[in-house]
T-cell receptor, first 114, second 116 residues
Framework: AQKVTQAQTEISVVEKEDVTLDCVYE???????LFWYKQPPSGELVFLIR??????QNEISGRYSWNFQKSTSSFNFTITASQVVDSAVYFC???????????FGAGTRLFVKA | DTGVSQDPRHKITKRGQNVTFRCDPI?????LYWYRQTLGQGPEFLTY????????KSRLLSDRFSAERPKGSFSTLEIQRTEQGDSAMYLC??????????????FGSGTQLSVL
């Protein structure tokens, strides 16, 4: 089965706290892509990162970092020093089809309080 | 603004009516996708076009749904004889097939459909 699980439905933190959003995926394919998208209250999903299955190097972009571990089929997302503007729903996603079908997790709603 | 645009933003209709949504992708993008999102869930794939060819359809897309992309540019999604279960946000996305950007989706703001 091809599946993405985001076990955390909602997370609430206070500004400046670090927060990690978990993502576990299932796929039989050896070639696949993993993504994180952000959906702010305005509704438009915004691409954050893409990672292919052969590249397990962790990535950092400003306050965002991603930890990809094939051994545990996880692709976790950490926001350091969270800000109110980070409040949104975050989706982890999997593409094993070469670009024509992306499977999304159910999302994690992040509330960052001032 | 050169992003993906969708029209209308909101649509309220009565059960049994037909509705049509439009999506204008980013102009140079050759791939166009329709997704459906219900409250508290992630987007679910409905269908995909490569240029004007519809190459993949989900089992979620019943016979009442039809999508077109006649000239490989904008796309329409029509739902006939709407049912209350069709109420959802309908999202359009586009992408460009290239080594650097493959599979990265650019989404529109969606059309929120409410069937009364």
């Amino acid at each position: 089965a091809q599946k993405v699980t985001q076990a955390q439905t909602e997370i609430s933190v206070v500004e400046k706290e670090d927060v990690t959003l978990d993502c576990v995926y299932e796929t039989r394919d050896t070639t696949y892509y993993l993504f994180w998208y952000k959906q702010p209250p305005s509704g438009e999903l915004v691409f954050l990162i893409r990672r292919n299955s052969f590249d397990e190097q962790n990535e950092i972009s400003g306050r965002y970092s991603w930890n990809f571990q094939k051994s545990t089929s996880s692709f976790n997302f950490t926001i350091t020093a969270s800000q109110v503007v980070d409040s949104a729903v975050y989706f982890c996603a999997l593409d094993y089809t070469g670009g024509f079908k992306t499977i999304f997790g159910a999302g994690t709603r992040l509330f960052v309080k001032a | 603004d050169t992003g993906v645009s969708q029209d209308p933003r909101h649509k309220i209709t009565k059960r049994g009516q037909n509705v049509t949504f439009r999506c204008d992708p980013i102009s140079e993008h050759n791939r166009l996708y329709w997704y459906r999102q219900t409250l508290g869930q992630g987007p679910e794939f409905l269908t995909y076009f490569q240029n004007e060819a519809q190459l993949e359809k989900s089992r979620l897309l019943s016979d009442r749904f039809s999508a077109e992309r006649p000239k490989g540019s904008f796309s329409t999604l029509e739902i006939q004889r709407t049912e209350q279960g069709d109420s959802a946000m309908y999202l359009c996305a586009s992408s460009l097939t290239s080594e650097a950007t493959n599979e990265k989706l650019f989404f529109g703001s969606g059309t929120q459909l409410s069937v009364l």
